[in-house]
C-alpha cells in the first residue's frame, strides 16, 4: 500500500503534509468518489465516521485541529454538512457529518443506531452552545431519524426527547414555526405532561410570533389550569375588572 501511495505521489495525483494525503486537484478526487458506488461510499463515510467517533470518545484534543484541516482538504462531505467549515468544531461533530453521509438505512444493528443518534446529540448541543442553530437543528433532527422507526421505544425515550427539545429550540431560534409546531406535538403525544412543561414556552411564543394569536391564549390558559391555576371559564366583568386593577398594582411596581 505504501508503494502505491509513493507512486501516485509521484504521479502528481496525490500530495502529502505531514501525516495528510490529499487529492492535487478537486477534479481527480471528485471522479474517483463519483467513480465508486452508492453502497461503497455509504461504506467508506460509515468507516470513517466511526474511527473520528472512537478517537473523539478517547480524547485526544491536540489532534482535532490536524484532523479537521486534513478533512477541509479532502472535502469528502457535501453541501449539507458543517465538516470542516468552522474550526471550532468538534471530533464528535466531523465524525457525525461522516456517519450522517452514510445514512441509517446503511446500518441494521440498532445499538449503532443508538450511539450514532446519541453522538448527534452531542454536537447539536455543542452546536447550540456556540449559537449556531442552523447546525443544531441539522445535528438533532439527523439524531432523530438514527432512532426511527423506534423512536420512542422506552430503552430510547430519554435520548428521544433531548433530541426533539433541541430541534424544537433551534427551530424556534430560526423562525421555523411550523416544524416547532412539528416537534411540540411529537413531544406532546409520546411523554407525559410534565416532561413536555420545558418545551411549552418556545411553542407558545412560536404560535404568537407567526400570527396565531388566539391559539397561543386558549393553549396558555389550558396549560396554567393544568398546573392549578384558577381560571374561569366565564369570568364576570367584576372579576375581569378587578384582575386589571390587581395587574396594574402589580406593574407600578417596576415602571
Known amino acids: 500500500i505504501i508503494c502505491s501511495l509513493d507512486t501516485f505521489i509521484e504521479m502528481g495525483i496525490l500530495d502529502q503534509a505531514g501525516s495528510i494525503l490529499m487529492f492535487t486537484h478537486d477534479m481527480i478526487q471528485q471522479e474517483i468518489y463519483e467513480s465508486a458506488s452508492l453502497a461503497e461510499r455509504e461504506a467508506l463515510h ?34 449539507e454538512f458543517f465538516a470542516g467549515k468552522s474550526m471550532f468544531s468538534s471530533l464528535i461533530s466531523i465524525a ?45 433532527s439527523k439524531g432523530i431519524i438514527f432512532l426511527k422507526p423506534s423512536c420512542w421505544h422506552k430503552n430510547n425515550m430519554s435520548l428521544c426527547l433531548a433530541l426533539h427539545k433541541g430541534a424544537l429550540k433551534a427551530a424556534f431560534t430560526l423562525g421555523k414555526a411550523d416544524s416547532v409546531a412539528q416537534y411540540a406535538k411529537e413531544v406532546e403525544s409520546h411523554v407525559t405532561f410534565e416532561d413536555s412543561l420545558e418545551i411549552q414556552p418556545f411553542f ?50 417596576f415602571s
Open 46 to 79: 460509515l468507516k470513517i465516521g466511526e474511527c473520528l467517533g472512537k478517537q473523539a470518545l478517547i480524547d485526544k484534543p491536540a489532534t482535532i485541529e490536524q484532523m479537521v484541516s486534513g478533512l477541509d482538504e479532502l472535502q469528502l462531505a457535501d453541501e
Open 204 to 253: 407558545l411564543m412560536s404560535l404568537s410570533q407567526s400570527g396565531q394569536h388566539e391559539e397561543a391564549i386558549c393553549r396558555g390558559i389550558e396549560i396554567l389550569r393544568r398546573l392549578n391555576f384558577d381560571i374561569p371559564v366565564a369570568p364576570t366583568p367584576e372579576a375581569v375588572m378587578e384582575a386589571i386593577i390587581a395587574t396594574d398594582n402589580i406593574a407600578s411596581n
Open 96 to 140: 457525525c457529518d461522516q456517519i450522517d453521509c452514510a445514512g441509517p438505512s446503511s446500518i441494521s444493528d440498532e445499538g449503532q443506531r443508538t450511539r450514532f443518534a446519541a453522538w448527534n446529540l452531542a454536537s447539536g448541543k455543542q452546536a447550540q452552545s456556540q449559537s449556531n442553530s442552523l447546525a443544531a437543528l441539522y445535528y438533532f
